[in-house]
Every structure is written in structure tokens, then in C-alpha cells.
């Protein structure tokens, strides 16, 4: 089988269901909790019995040494203790035990009856010293018959108030415990198999049930068309993990929405700004060759025709960098330049079309940055001719240049005192094709994509603009150029 086939087959495999992947995940995670859980209960059964088992001996240890210490010669009080006592024990269905008393040449002076088959005294550990009760229980020792009956196996040495020595043993059948843990182990290992089974179903119907928003939202999405996009799934309906994917997705629905109208508009002004020199191109055309002309006739209407055809080149020109920009297919040929500089050479351009206009140019402040320069010229350049467009006989234009308050990069403000704009236009004015009023649209200069211009490239270095206006005022325009690392590092 070649490379590309087991590659096809790996892109073909079903990767199975959300719901379940979530029923898998939840039984083994419920599966491993009841593991853990019943080993541990079984685990604190265990130690809790064979707790109660040691305190026990150490109890009847302790009861020993202190009659052998305070009645050492009262072998009736012993006697009851030793033989009686644990005999009346050994009926009961549990703590059945047997004692013994020793001298520590190992001679037995007395013990339970019967206690010498059972426990032979060398099985029992080596007796501890006198010492507190809680103590003593650390010291007992679980022991087996050949037969495998269990005990559990104590010793203590005690001295009494003549001096003699005596060695305590004491033994507890745990062979009931035992088998009460051997059943709770067998009950055990029969639950958990339906445990995990039930959390296997469960686990099924809640990821059934969880997934239950996510099929409506998938049938809301499918109810969306090309015709409906103003159509949405409403968020507030899903749960808090669901939401975010809705609002996600109804905010990428009002991004196409909004694409889709623009592109219509787009398309609209589009085919609105074409028409017009195309009209005026036919009409001058039919007008002329209505009857004979003079040659300054034809010469005037070829220059008209010229003029349209320079206005269409242009428009064409504007609409292919713009097209470029949005696919980043214009690379930045990044330069240092000196920002004062380039301003000042862009006024002295305009130098002779603005001693015509009556209009004044200043130019402001001290600043670096790295930019492309053919960009940035372009970008000055067409906010520069707008301002002399706009500004009256005897205006101002200030070209200002300064680091932003914040020192991340480089402001650089446009500002004239002509005619300004009114508050409602401005969000629309760096849209293509947009112009404010019909007076600025009969300019044959104008495109209505110099603004929408300027704001790519200040998109494309990652730069913004602003504007700011009043009417009979003025307006600035601001763009913002940001500082490379290598720029804030080297100011």
C-alpha cells in the first residue's frame, strides 16, 4: 500500500461521536473513582478491624500487669482472668482469646485451658518491657496455624512489688474477621462490575443530553442562508460552555453581513463611478460627431476624453492597491526616515498649487520611524491634497509630527481651517467611494479612495488613523505609526 493511500485512509477514518468520546471518558473516570474508593474503604475496613484487634490485646495485656503487679500472690484473681474469663469468651462470637502467664525460665505458672495445642508460647514475639497500653498494641504479631487458622499473637514482661519478673501472652482468633473480610471482598468485586456498567449508561444519557443544545444550534445554522444572514441563533438560549461558540458565531454572521452589504455598496459606487466618465467619454463623442467640427472642436473634446481617461486610470489604479493590500500582496520595503524631512518635501511639491490657493504650509516637530517610504509619501500626500482642496483663500495646513504620549511610535497630524465635516459623515469617510457632499464628488481629481488608500497602508504597518472635525472650523486628521523593536530599543 503506498503513502498516499494509508494517508487517504487516515483522512477517511471516522473519528467517531463527541457523545461518545464524553461516554467513554466519563465511565473510565467513573471507573477509576470506584476503584480507588472501594480499595480504600476495603483497605480502612481492614486496618480499622485489626486496630480494634490490637487494642484488645493490649487491653487484656494491661489488665494483666496490673493484677500481676498489685495482687501477684492472688492467684484466684488471676485465675479468673486467665482461665475463666477467656473461656466464657471463647463462646461469644467474637474476641475469642487465649492468655498465659510465664516465668522467664519459660515455665508456664498458668494459662487458658487448651492454650498449648492451640499456641505453643515460641510462636509469640519476644516479650516488650513494660510500657504505656497505646504502646504495646504496635507490638503484636499476626500468626497462622498449620492449618492456616489465624491469630494475633501479643507478649509483655511485668514485674510485680516483690520484685519477680513474668512474661504475659495473650492470642485473639481473628479466623471470623477474616472471613467477614473475604466476604465483603467477594461482595465487592460483584458491585463494582455493575457500578461501572450503570456509569457507562449514565454517562451515555447525559452526553446525550448535553450535546442536545449543540443539535439545536446546528439546525439554527442550518436555517442560515446567503439571504438570511440577518438571521441569528440567539446565545442567551445555550448553556455557558455553548455560548460563547453562539455568540462566535453570530458575530461571524454580522461580519458577513456586513461584508455582503459592503461588497453590494462597493459594487453599487463601483459601477456608479465607472458609468459616469464612461457617459461623459460616449456623450462628448455623439455630440461631436453630430456634424463637422473645427480642429480646436476636436481638439478640445479629445483633451475632455483624456481628462475622463486619466480619472478612469486613475480610479482603476486606486482600486488595484487597495484589492492588493487587503490580500497583503503589497510587501513593505521598510527605511529609516527622517519624518520632518519627508514633510517638508511633500510642502514644497505642493509649493506652487498652494501660493496659487492662497494657502500656508507649516511643518512641526522632530521624529524617526521606519516606514516604507513610497507608502508613507503616498499616504501624506493624499491628506495633504485633500486640506488644500478644502481650505479657502488665505487658510492654514499644519503638518505636525510628534512621539505618541505613550512612546510606542510616531504621530503625525494633519490639520487645515477650512471648511470641516459634519459629525455624521465622519465614520464613513474612510469608506470607498465615500464623499460627503456632491460638490466634493464633481471634483475631477477625486476617486473617493484616498482615504480608504491611506487607511491600508496604515493597516499594513500596523498603524491606525483618525479624524477629527467640526464644521467651518477645520479638521485634523492623525495617523499613528508604530516603533519596531528595534526602534524602541534605538531611539
Not at 453599487?268 to 461623459?280: G, K, Q, V
Not at 512641526?364 to 520611524?369: D, I, V
Not at 516604507?372 to 499644519?398: C, E, W, Y
Request: hydrophobic content about 40%.
Amino acid at each position: 500500500m503506498s503513502a498516499t493511500s494509508l494517508k487517504n485512509d487516515k483522512i477517511d477514518r471516522d473519528p467517531g461521536s463527541i457523545a461518545g468520546r464524553l461516554t467513554l471518558l466519563y465511565t473510565l473516570s467513573a471507573s477509576a473513582l470506584l476503584i480507588v474508593v472501594t480499595a480504600f474503604l476495603y483497605e480502612a475496613v481492614v486496618i480499622n478491624l485489626r486496630e480494634e484487634d490490637k487494642q484488645f490485646l493490649a487491653d487484656k495485656v494491661h489488665s494483666l500487669q496490673i493484677l500481676l503487679k498489685e495482687h501477684g500472690d492472688n492467684w484466684t484473681s488471676l485465675e479468673q482472668e486467665v482461665q475463666w474469663e477467656a473461656v466464657t469468651a471463647k463462646v461469644t462470637p467474637y474476641y475469642a482469646y487465649f492468655s498465659r502467664i510465664l516465668e522467664p525460665q519459660g515455665i508456664v505458672v498458668i494459662e487458658t485451658p487448651g492454650m498449648a495445642k492451640v499456641v505453643p508460647a515460641m510462636v509469640f514475639p519476644m516479650p516488650a518491657a513494660e510500657t504505656k497500653r497505646g504502646d504495646l498494641a504496635e507490638n503484636s504479631l499476626q500468626w497462622h496455624t498449620t492449618d492456616g487458622h489465624p491469630y494475633l499473637l501479643l507478649a509483655a514482661q511485668v514485674v510485680n512489688e516483690a520484685g519477680e519478673s513474668r512474661v504475659i501472652q495473650v492470642a485473639l482468633d481473628i479466623s471470623r474477621e477474616d472471613a467477614l473480610l473475604t466476604d465483603y471482598q467477594r461482595k465487592l468485586a460483584m458491585i463494582l462490575p455493575f457500578g461501572i456498567l450503570l456509569s457507562a449508561l449514565l454517562g451515555a444519557l447525559v452526553a446525550r443530553r448535553g450535546m442536545r443544545p449543540l443539535q439545536d444550534i446546528t439546525r439554527a445554522a442550518q436555517r442560515i442562508t446567503a439571504s438570511q444572514l440577518h438571521e441569528r441563533i440567539e446565545p442567551t438560549r445555550w448553556p455557558r460552555e455553548l455560548r460563547t461558540l453562539a455568540e462566535a458565531f453570530d458575530q461571524m454572521l454580522g461580519r458577513l453581513e456586513d461584508s455582503f452589504t459592503r461588497l453590494t455598496q462597493f459594487s453599487a459606487d463601483l459601477a456608479h463611478e465607472l458609468r459616469t466618465p464612461i457617459n461623459n467619454l460616449m456623450g462628448e463623442a455623439e455630440v461631436t460627431l453630430a456634424r463637422a467640427r473645427s480642429e480646436t472642436e476636436y481638439r478640445n473634446v479629445l483633451e475632455s476624453s483624456l481628462e475622463e481617461c486619466g480619472r478612469l486610470s486613475r480610479m482603476i489604479d486606486s482600486l488595484l492597491f487597495l484589492a492588493r493590500a487587503d490580500n497583503a500582496q503589497v510587501p513593505l520595503q521598510l527605511a529609516r526616515l527622517d519624518v520632518r524631512q519627508e514633510l517638508e518635501a511633500i510642502r514644497d511639491f505642493y509649493e506652487a498649487v498652494t501660493e496659487e490657493q492662497g494657502v500656508t504650509i507649516q511643518c512641526e516637530g522632530e521624529a524617526g520611524l521606519e516606514a516604507d517610504p513610497i507608502l508613507f509619501r503616498r499616504a501624506v500626500t493624499n491628506l495633504l491634497a485633500n486640506a488644500i482642496r478644502h481650505t479657502s483663500l488665505g487658510g492654514q495646513i499644519k503638518l505636525v509630527v510628534e512621539p505618541s504620549p505613550s512612546a510606542d511610535g510616531v504621530s503625525i497630524h494633519v490639520s487645515d481651517n477650512g471648511c470641516g465635516i459634519a459629525r455624521e459623515h465622519l465614520p464613513k469617510v474612510f469608506d470607498r467611494f465615500y464623499r460627503v457632499d456632491q460638490a466634493r464628488s464633481a471634483d475631477s481629481h477625486s476617486t473617493g479612495l484616498g482615504l480608504a488608500i491611506i487607511r491600508s497602508i496604515m493597516a499594513m504597518h500596523g498603524g491606525t488613523v483618525s479624524i477629527e472635525s467640526q464644521p467651518g472650523k477645520g479638521t485634523t486628521v492623525t495617523l499613528h505609526f508604530p516603533l519596531f523593536n528595534d526602534q524602541k530599543n534605538h531611539p
